[in-house]
């Protein structure tokens, strides 16, 4: 394949809005890349309406790769403070210009590129490659979540998640956990001059949110490559009007864990604090948690890793640093997966991720083409 038709690809899949949603339509443009070949088989999973997840299937028997990447990105945002329109990709100075661009369908067609390539050459694959394209890995990994559960990485013996690294020299093989939680509260109004004729919502939220702050305390590890735990209340609502005591109230926080903790033991301390502030028959708080993952803790020393850095080395003379991510990814959901393997975040990107303008090197898109030929080949002939 020319350089012109990898690059058309990458544009392709930029033209296709899948802000949040809408990963059908790029599913859709994966299917009809493949179907032409009857080598291939290709399976699709519905998450919802306009919402599916692919899988694209080479080769069969063990050893088995998966490449994978989700289909969605963020919003767009204000389109008139884009240089130009992002699902309109733009080649500037070296620089491709897109929503998604950096994450990460440039990432997501760089596999699809290299796996279309190995099916047109037409020689057989000593093994299993599959490549898995997800739903909603930017508000909550549940695409990654349904397909593990549907045991599509079940069996597998490497996994490369093609999630943006700085200047595709860095190899992430660890990663915080996150737990995102709402608590509520239940009070009853009343004039704020007569205030012991009501429950004040807003104090008893309070009270949790003193005690949360002192128990998150206890939490003092700190891992050598992801650092600390981090808590943060992120958003506070509650009341109608200055003048009357609040009926409702919420907050909701952030906690990012690292791998020495598993989140249940934040649940339990959570879910304690609720239990015994609502033995206060004037306390009603109810708890609820969004999209909770675990802290991948992954080894820098991994096969997986090695490989990875010598086919890197060979190609570009340098080896990749193995580092850990502060965000959760869909490293988290895999790892659930029936079977024994490692996994690495490495993809093409940049720090524009989410932003206006996003935009990916050209040069690093086919880099990772080329870095993923090497290891595929050096993949499936070691010993």
């Known amino acids: 394949m020319k350089p012109t038709q990898q690059l058309q690809i990458l544009k392709d899949i ?11 339509a790029v599913a859709d443009y994966i299917e009809q890349l493949f179907t032409p070949f009857s080598n291939v088989q290709i ?22 790769l998966v490449l994978t990447g989700h289909m969605d990105t963020v919003k767009a945002g204000d389109l008139k403070k884009w240089t130009s329109d992002p699902f309109q ?21 760089a596999i699809i590129v290299t796996l279309l390539e190995i099916v047109q050459s037409g020689k057989p694959v000593t ?40 200047g595709f020299h860095e190899i992430t093989y660890t990663a915080k956990g996150v737990i995102d939680y709402r608590v509520t509260s239940k009070g009853k109004s009343a004039h704020s001059a007569r205030p012991h004729l009501g429950i004040n919502a807003i104090d008893k939220l309070l009270l949790f949110y003193q005690r949360m702050q002192t128990a998150m305390q206890q939490f003092d590890q700190v891992d050598p490559v992801l650092g600390e735990v981090v808590h943060n209340v992120t958003l506070i609502k509650g009341g109608e009007q200055v003048n009357t005591i609040p009926e409702d109230a919420s907050l909701m926080g952030n906690i990012r864990t690292i791998p020495i903790y598993p989140n249940q033991m934040f649940y339990d301390v959570i879910e304690g604090l609720i239990e015994d502030l609502n033995q206060d028959p004037t306390t009603d708080l109810k708890l609820e948690y969004s999209f909770p993952e675990e802290a991948v803790p992954g080894r820098s020393d991994s096969p997986l890793m090695k490989l990875a850095q010598t086919v890197y080395e060979d190609l570009f003379g340098f080896i990749p640093e193995p ?3 502060v965000s959760a990814n869909e490293a988290a959901e895999f790892v659930h997966a029936q079977g024994d393997f490692d996994i690495i975040d490495f993809g093409p990107g940049s720090e524009t991720s989410h932003a206006i303008d996003e935009y990916v090197p050209v040069s690093d898109y086919q880099k990772a083409i080329a870095f993923y030929h090497a290891f595929i080949q050096a993949f499936f002939t070691k010993e």
């Open 89 to 109: 990709a733009e080649v500037r100075n070296g620089k491709l210009y897109g929503r998604g661009a950096s994450d990460m369908k440039s990432g997501l067609a």
């Open 14 to 24: 930029i033209g296709i809005p899948s802000e949040n949603q809408n990963e059908a």
């Open 43 to 64: 399976d699709r999973l519905t998450y919802a309406p306009g919402r599916d997840n692919i899988m694209v299937t080479v080769g069969n028997g063990q050893p088995t």
């Open 323 to 325: 580092v850990g991510a």
């Open 127 to 166: 093994g299993t490659i599959k490549l898995i394209g997800t739903v909603g890995e930017e508000t909550g990994e549940y695409g990654a979540a349904q397909v593990t559960k549907a045991g599509w990485l079940d069996g597998a013996d490497a996994v490369i998640i093609a999630e943006p690294n700085s």
